[in-house]
């Protein structure tokens, strides 16, 4: 688990990471993610990282020496006080991306950049469920690997296409939805590590 004292100063804005699980350059779920970082509350700083230079796993590759993509991952994550995942919905599960790079991130020395770090999801999807599949089981994966899964609220962005203009989410209630989000995330994270043992 993560130290208590390793929290910023309340006076001091949190470090959340914004992992996006797409590598579309027009994904809506990239540019949820950037919305995230133009609503963050006062109280956050969020910052994204993509998954571009992530290999896939191979455990020969790890007994090598970790690629560069994947320490410069794992640095991001470990450096963060949370982290937001935005991710879409491939065939009613994760994409494989995003798995990817959480069996990289999950991997030895422990503990992992994932142990003990509060995690929020959002997705978005042109369909009408709003990637509700994909987070459920994004929240199973989740729970074996340490994190700390907020249960709510909930943000599933359906019948998306509509609500983004030229790569910006321009529908002011999704707007308000995500910032409500990452201030619940700010206000638990500081109450989850606040209160470890």
């Known amino acids: 688990m993560r130290p208590p004292d390793s929290l ?3 006076s ?3 470090r959340v990471l914004c992992l ?4 579309r350059a027009a994904s809506l779920n990239l540019a949820l993610a950037r919305a995230a970082v133009e609503v963050a509350p006062e109280d956050a700083e969020v910052t994204l990282h993509t998954l571009a230079d992530v290999p896939l796993y191979d455990g020969d590759v790890e007994a090598s020496g970790l690629p560069a993509g994947v320490t410069a991952l794992r640095d991001a994550v470990a450096g963060s006080d ?3 995942i935005c991710a879409p919905e ?3 599960s994760i994409p494989g991306v ?4 959480i069996d990289w991130l999950s991997r030895p020395p422990r503990p992992t950049p994932l142990d003990g770090l509060p995690v929020a999801l959002a997705g978005a999807s042109p369909g009408g469920f709003g990637t509700i599949r994909s987070q459920t089981h994004l929240r ?3 729970q074996f690997t340490g994190t700390l899964t907020l249960a709510k609220p909930e943000l599933y962005v359906s019948r998306a296409s509509g609500l983004f203009t030229h790569g910006r989410l321009t529908d002011e209630a999704t707007r308000d939805r995500l910032r409500e989000l990452l201030e619940a995330l700010a206000r638990w ?5 606040t209160t470890e043992p």
């Open 82 to 84: 949370a982290l937001l």
């Open 140 to 142: 199973q994966v989740l």
């Open 90 to 92: 491939y065939n009613s």
């Open 8 to 10: 910023p100063p309340m």
């Open 20 to 23: 996006p699980g797409s590598l």
């Open 98 to 101: 995003l798995k990817n790079a």
């Open 189 to 193: 994270t500081r109450t989850v590590r």
């Open 12 to 14: 001091t804005p949190l």
